[in-house]
């Protein structure tokens, strides 16, 4: 486990299956369409049962497909969380196509919602590292860079995030980002 301070709250980093964390919130590395897909998105909707796919299915209907960077948050149904923050994430096209702008702002958008709704503890997995494709080293350095600049500015209701962690790449990955992004944060 690795941690940072900013401005007195702490990013952890840790290995994981995000769908036994406690937490106010995890989030959901989602397809645009909402509906069930593999990977992170298949293994929460497993653990968490129907009830998640069908508050999906009513946001989908009621705002359509969900942009990449955006975030909407549904119940957690039997997850140990109280509810599920789902982002999309961008598909890597060799980072030319404002892919890291992208994943920033899917961050940045599930902190929003978090803070909206009053949630004090987030969860996150490594969005878009999966089936999108994008390289866990650069992925993992615009994460923590925007989660941090977030917890620096923005509402203080948030108490802790997480990074839950699937392999040892990706943590790696993570823990020598954190290491270069605590250089330039709030230490307090």
Known sequence: MEQIRVDGR???IKMGDITEEVADAIVNAANSSLMVGGGVDGAIHRAGGPDILAECRAVREARGLLPAGEAVST???GLRARR???TVGPIWRGGVQGEEATLQRAYRSSLAVAAE???RTVAF???STGAYGYPVRQA???ALCSVASFVDEGPEILEEVRFVLFDETTF???RHAARFVSRFTTQT
């Open 10 to 12: 702490p990013i952890v």
């Open 75 to 77: 119940t957690a149904g």
């Open 84 to 86: 599920v923050i789902h």
């Open 117 to 119: 709704e009053g949630l």
């Open 125 to 127: 997995p490594s969005i």
């Open 140 to 142: 993992s350095v615009a």
């Open 172 to 174: 790696d990955a993570y």
